[in-house]
């Protein structure tokens, strides 16, 4: 949308601005896309492992996690662009999704 | 995101991932959509681009059909082990035959033969070689000459950037139901922005599903960490239980076997024998209708014949058909196999992934669908053009054009207009090519991919205006004169064919006519631009090189 500043700047400091705005966009890209990934596949695994404590069949369980994260996935690219701070962003998807993934792994080894 | 990191709205910021979610991948977007949109006649495109099988007319009578057949089978197959008939439907003229020849148990797939019956009269038809409507199927979702793990990958980011620029656009709506009304023509942006809101919510709840079943449809491609997680890694006990309908318990729907053997040695009549048992059907089943007679050792003891119920009565089950076993020389009803119950979450998944699919629609919605799919297509057509148009200001405030802009003019004329004029072009080889040239599968194919090429070095050299109207007109000629193609190189033609009741054909050639005059209307609307844009005497003096858009 802004791919220009609205008044005009010094040159240089127009520079910084882009590069800023360019950098902003990468993060929060990767973080989206990779990080979303990351995360709504942690979350669907422990799903999967949580539901038939529930009273699920196995497959129902891998079924509905499944489709859930998709929406996971979905939820979790809005929120990253929706919030003021890039960095906010980056960490609040990249912590679960690393301590959700690490758990999901010990766990997988240990059962 | 704002350039000056100032604050910004929840609408704002959704604005500029919409904009950019769309426009990433949109081409492809639209690629999908468009083949995807046309897939829902795949089964009618094969048949028209099959012109050998227009002469095929069901007379109606379904026993004379299973009868013809039938006796056809003899000649064809005596010493097949089975023989299965696919009775005509409403998007079939002709009895699709297979059957498996003796000792080809262990073959798999490859070990069954095919062939097509002419409905009438049970003689088998040779169609010409062509790929028909599953090459524009396929490409939906597979693209063409890859890997097909990368390129469900490919349409798997795609599809999810769709959700997220689905979910994006419905944010940074206030008005979202007042817009649903809202049209102004003539407003430059702001008709562009409201043809593209109106085609977003129009069919708004088509796009969702569409989007999300999508990618349920290649979850075992994109997702496959939980069922690895909580399988362990085994994905055939995970299929196993999927196909057992995840009912629990053991139900694995497999017909059981019948336990007495046949005291008879003498070789049954079928022709006479199966009147009785599709009247039974027709008893069992009001109003539905029989899509598959299955005949099980045919012209030997202890045969057996096996109807099952054209599509399935509940989309839970996602074509779990009722079926009626009969035993060939008595004509007694046999264990019927009960459907496996389905659990909730498969159910869930079975009837998204059915509406994305279209199984079992009638004419009715199928029609819905593609109509939706048609308003899919627009919007994100409209949406690729929209991105142009909104930078118009911007262009003239720099005096030039930034390559980033070119790019996205041009190759929204290769996709939108260019795709049309591949497909149609695609159809058009079909005729032209001779039906027993060596390779012709393959040559229409290249074909659609020269067509589509040629489009995009048309649309580079071009200026952009004269390229959208050049290949509009283009399209809208290309799909106009197929149906009138049709009846010359052996099909059978809109008239021939509505008065034959054979409406799958005819309703391929009315798509084209409907197609045409989208394009012929974008063309005529083009021109009319350029002619007011020309014609009265301009109040500043315009740029050589003018943006333009549609």
Same mark, same amino acid.
């Given at each position: ?9 010094? @040159?240089?400091?127009?520079? =910084?601005? /882009?590069?800023?705005?360019?950098? *902003?966009? !990468?993060?929060?890209?990767?973080? $989206? +896309? ?26 129902? @369980?891998?079924?509905?996690? =499944?489709? /859930?994260?998709?929406?996971?996935? *979905?939820? !979790?690219?809005?929120?990253?662009? $929706? +919030? ?26 240990? @059962? | ?550």
């Amino acid at each position: 949308m802004h791919t220009t500043p609205s008044t005009p700047a010094p @040159a240089q400091a127009a520079s =910084t601005t /882009l590069t800023r705005y360019r950098w *902003a966009v !990468a993060v929060r890209s990767l973080v $989206a +896309i990779f990080g979303g990934y990351a995360l709504s596949a942690a979350c669907a695994i422990w799903l999967g492992h949580l539901l038939p404590a529930l009273g699920m069949t196995r497959l129902d @369980a891998v079924l509905t996690a =499944t489709m /859930l994260a998709f929406v996971v996935h *979905a939820c !979790a690219a809005i929120w990253v662009f $929706a +919030i003021a701070s890039t960095w906010r962003a980056a960490i609040g998807i990249l912590v679960p999704a690393a301590v959700l993934a690490v758990g999901a792994w010990a766990y997988g080894g240990a @059962a | 995101m704002r350039i000056d990191h100032k604050p910004e709205g929840i609408r704002q910021s959704m604005s500029w991932l919409h904009t950019w979610t769309g426009i990433v991948l949109g081409w492809l977007l639209y690629v999908i959509f468009f083949t995807g949109t046309l897939s829902y006649f795949q089964d009618e495109i094969s048949l028209w681009m099959k012109p050998e099988l227009h002469r095929s007319v069901p007379t109606g009578d379904v026993d004379q059909t299973v009868q013809a057949t039938l006796a056809g089978m003899h000649t064809l197959a005596p010493n097949a082990t089975a023989w299965t008939l696919n009775l005509p439907t409403e998007r079939r003229t002709t009895v699709a035959a297979s059957w498996r020849e003796p000792g080809s148990e262990n073959a798999g797939r490859a070990g069954t033969k095919r062939a097509e019956l002419d409905a009438a009269t049970g003689e088998q038809i040779t169609p010409r070689e062509t790929r028909g409507g599953g090459f524009l199927y396929r490409f939906h979702f597979e693209l063409h000459s890859m890997p097909r793990a990368v390129s469900r990958w490919i349409v798997g980011i795609a599809t999810m950037f769709m959700l997220v620029a689905i979910i994006s656009g419905v944010i940074t709506h206030k008005k979202i139901f007042t817009d649903f009304f809202t049209f102004r023509p003539r407003k430059g942006q702001r008709s562009w922005l409201d043809a593209h809101n109106v085609t977003a919510v129009l069919a708004l709840p088509f796009h969702v599903m569409i989007t999300f079943s999508g990618l349920l449809l290649l979850m075992g491609t994109l997702m496959a960490w939980p069922v690895d997680a909580v399988y362990q890694g085994d994905r055939q006990a995970y299929n196993a239980e999927r196909r057992g309908g995840g009912g629990g318990g053991g139900g694995d729907g497999a017909p059981r076997r019948g336990t007495r053997p046949m005291a008879d040695a003498q070789p049954v009549d079928l022709a006479v024998a199966i009147v009785p048992m599709l009247a039974e059907a027709k008893a069992q089943w009001p109003g539905r209708a029989v899509g598959t007679v299955t005949v099980n050792k045919p012209g030997k003891p202890g045969a057996t014949i096996e109807l099952r119920e054209h599509g399935s009565e509940s989309l839970l089950s996602r074509g779990a058909a009722r079926r009626l076993r009969f035993d060939a020389a008595t004509g007694t009803l046999r264990e019927q196999p009960a459907p496996a119950p389905q659990s909730a979450a498969n159910a869930i998944y079975n009837v998204v992934v059915v509406a994305h699919l279209g199984d079992f629609a009638g004419p009715t919605v199928r029609w819905l669908l593609f109509l939706s799919g048609v308003a899919g297509t627009a919007m994100v057509g409209t949406g690729l053009v929209l991105w142009v148009v909104k930078r118009l200001p911007e262009r003239r405030k720099l005096g030039r054009t930034p390559w980033g802009h070119h790019l996205v003019e041009k190759s929204n004329i290769a996709v939108i207009t260019g795709l049309a004029m591949a497909t149609a072009g695609y159809f058009w080889l079909n005729r032209l090519l001779p039906a027993d040239m060596a390779g012709r599968t393959g040559w229409e194919i290249n074909g659609f991919f020269i067509v589509w090429l040629a489009s995009l070095v048309h649309a580079v050299l071009r200026p952009a205006r004269a390229a959208w109207i050049e290949q509009s007109i283009g399209a809208a000629v290309l799909f106009a004169l197929l149906p009138l193609l049709n009846p010359l190189t052996g099909g059978h033609g809109l008239v021939s064919s509505l008065v034959l009741g054979q409406l799958s054909i005819a309703g391929v050639d009315l798509a084209m006519l409907a197609l045409a005059s989208i394009f012929a209307t974008i063309a005529a609307h083009l021109i009319g631009k350029a002619r007011k844009t020309a014609a009265p005497a301009r109040p500043a003096p315009a740029a050589p090189s003018a943006p333009v858009t549609p």
